[in-house]
């Protein structure tokens, strides 16, 4: 190790510095997932509505087993009241990000999170 340090020049180690900081700050931008427009509201796989996340609402979801609440509220939603027994969805809570869905899979009901940004997984 100290063969190879001795060799480096202070304007190499700065550089090395200055390498590594455009890392560390770029990684955030480099993983950015988008932001989220709406949210697709699916009843037994096909399309009940699309919600824009700009405007807050309730909507009312009919299934097999009764109704399904689902709030809009500061550009994130959530499944509020599910008649399914394990309530796996409403523990969910608030979805903000593209990609996230939650699935009320005795309803037969989805949400999920769309946004503007292209991913390695929707291209």
């Given at each position: 190790?100290k063969?190879?340090?001795?060799?480096?020049?202070?304007?190499?180690?700065?550089?090395v510095l200055?390498?590594?900081?455009?890392?560390?700050?770029?990684?955030?931008?480099?993983?950015?997932?988008?932001v989220?427009?709406?949210?697709?509201?699916?009843?037994?796989?096909?399309?009940?509505?699309?919600?824009?996340?700009?405007?807050?609402?309730?909507?009312?979801?009919?299934?097999?087993l009764g109704?399904?609440?689902?709030?809009?509220?500061?550009?994130?939603?959530?499944?509020?009241?599910?008649?399914?027994?394990?309530?796996?969805?409403?523990?969910?809570?608030?979805?903000?990000?593209?990609?996230?869905?939650?699935?009320?899979?005795?309803?037969?009901?989805?949400?999920?999170?769309?946004?503007?940004?292209?991913?390695?997984?929707?291209?």
């Amino acid at each position: 190790m100290k063969l190879w340090a001795g060799l480096l020049k202070p304007g190499d180690w700065l550089l090395v510095l200055l390498g590594l900081a455009l890392c560390v700050f770029s990684f955030p931008l480099a993983w950015r997932v988008g932001v989220a427009e709406k949210a697709i509201v699916r009843r037994g796989g096909e399309v009940f509505s699309e919600l824009d996340l700009a405007h807050n609402r309730r909507i009312e979801v009919p299934g097999p087993l009764g109704i399904t609440s689902i709030v809009v509220d500061r550009r994130r939603v959530r499944v509020a009241a599910d008649p399914g027994p394990r309530q796996y969805c409403v523990r969910q809570g608030w979805l903000t990000r593209p990609g996230e869905i939650a699935v009320c899979a005795p309803n037969q009901v989805t949400v999920e999170i769309r946004g503007g940004a292209y991913d390695s997984l929707s291209y």
